[in-house]
């Protein structure tokens, strides 16, 4: 009898757990049937030679191709309902790491999209490459949306007007590569939570950056190059203190370096290069800026002399000062300070006297340029500095130059083998 009642316990705890696992079966979300609808629309329109519907028959948050991915959200009264939806959709084939849905070149965009409404971020990489498709309006991506990102689409066209007030959640905004054109909105400065600006390499042509974007504390990226705009780089860009990286290279920004760019205290990368910043000189605020490791303002005739300002600047890596219009000579605090430095950029100035011998100390030195201004004198490198660097130091364009016989092998002199020669024939007379 005994034996009876354990077997009946036991029996009753079986049936009760399986019936609490039945109801955790059947209560399992899935997709809405409409949603999972748009993401084979939306597939479809990106790659239509693939059967997506037979490839993914069931559930969409269950078994889906990379880079369609879902979450969990409490909805209902109190949150007691719990719904499955699309967080995010990526597209273009990056890598076996990224298999992404691929595209082709017939790939377009499917209205559609602007009907996800928890989609967190959005992924096109090289999807646009032989036929012209708009970008979708800025406005119809709703407020949950936290990356936007399009790389490498060169027919993607279309502007970024429109109302931004939607993207409160926006960190990240990536736009290279496109003939998106127009200008940046001025309600741009208002995404607060923006954390990376790259609108790189598009047709930005006579547009301004918005003034105020002293509001957006959280930003660590802003790269606005090789597009078109114009203009005053706006003052408010000293005010972005977390900023790590600026680059504002290849536009056609005028007048004077704001000063204000002395605030960013963290920034490690300065791109100004190719721009028509003026009679401003090598800005002094740089040595303000402890932690930079790239400066590059080659391309804007900012002429005056090369400051001694390197002091707090040990870290630098890069220094690109070519065609700025310097005068003067070389301060040999410059290589004294930069240890660290493994490109230095001065060519095509006005730089006279000799190249100090602490030029020559330089041991992270892999490419020096010091074409085409008026140096003169003797070199200062040895002839294992001259053989490691090779033809990456470079010093064509400077006739007065002199050039040791053991150096010749090593070095690209192009016209300062005019100086060799000449020097040695003095020895002969």
């Not at 301060?331 to 006297?353: R, W």
């Not at 053989?387 to 150096?407: Q, Y």
Request: contains cysteine; aromatic residues 8%; charged residues 20%.
């Amino acid at each position: 009898m005994a034996f009876s009642s354990s077997s009946s316990a036991i029996m009753l705890i079986l049936i009760f757990f399986s019936s609490l696992l039945f109801n955790l079966v059947i209560s399992e979300p899935v997709l809405n049937p409409d949603e999972q609808e748009s993401v084979y629309r939306v597939l479809e329109s990106i790659n239509s030679n693939i059967p997506w519907r037979s490839l993914f028959p069931d559930d969409l948050c269950s078994a889906a191709p990379h880079g369609v991915v879902c979450d969990y959200f409490e909805e209902g009264h109190n949150g007691t309902t719990e719904t499955l939806h699309i967080t995010e959709l990526s597209f273009g084939y990056v890598s076996d790491y990224s298999p992404n849905p691929p595209c082709t070149p017939n790939s377009t965009i499917n209205p559609l999209l602007s009907s996800f409404k928890y989609l967190r971020k959005l992924f096109f990489y090289k999807c646009f490459t032989e036929t012209h498709v708009s970008m979708p309006a800025i406005s119809s991506f709703r407020s949950p949306l936290e990356e936007l990102v399009f790389i490498e689409n060169p027919y993607l066209t279309g502007s970024l007007s429109g109302n931004l007030s939607n993207l409160s959640s926006l960190r990240r905004l990536v736009l290279t590569g496109t003939i998106v054109s127009g200008k940046i909105p001025d309600g741009f400065g208002d995404l607060t939570n923006l954390e990376q600006v790259t609108i790189s390499r598009n047709r930005f042509i006579g547009g301004e950056v918005p003034l105020n974007l002293e509001k957006l504390k959280k930003l660590k990226v802003l790269d606005l190059s090789q597009n078109g705009f114009e203009g005053n780089v706006p003052e408010s860009v000293g005010g972005l203190t977390e900023l790590l990286k600026l680059d504002l290279s290849s536009n056609q920004f005028s007048g004077k370096i704001p000063e204000s760019l002395g605030n960013l205290q963290e920034l490690e990368f300065l791109d100004l290069s190719y721009n028509r910043f003026a009679n401003c000189g090598v800005p002094l605020f740089l040595a303000e800026m402890p932690r930079l490791r790239e400066v590059h303002l080659s391309g804007n005739l900012i002429g005056g002399h090369i400051p001694e300002i390197w002091e707090n600047l040990g870290g630098i890596s890069g220094i690109g000062l070519s065609g700025t219009g310097l005068v003067g000579n070389i301060p040999a605090s410059m290589a004294f300070y930069l240890k660290n430095v493994s490109y230095i950029g001065l060519d095509n100035n006005q730089l006279e006297g000799t190249v100090p011998e602490e030029f020559g100390w330089l041991e992270m030195v892999n490419e020096m340029n010091l074409e085409n201004n008026r140096l003169r004198g003797r070199l200062p490198f040895s002839a294992k500095f001259a053989a490691k660097v090779g033809k990456k130091l470079k010093l064509a364009g400077n006739p007065e130059l002199c050039v040791d016989e053991g150096l010749r092998v090593s070095v690209s002199l192009i016209s300062v083998t005019y100086s060799i020669e000449n020097e040695m024939s003095k020895q002969r007379d």
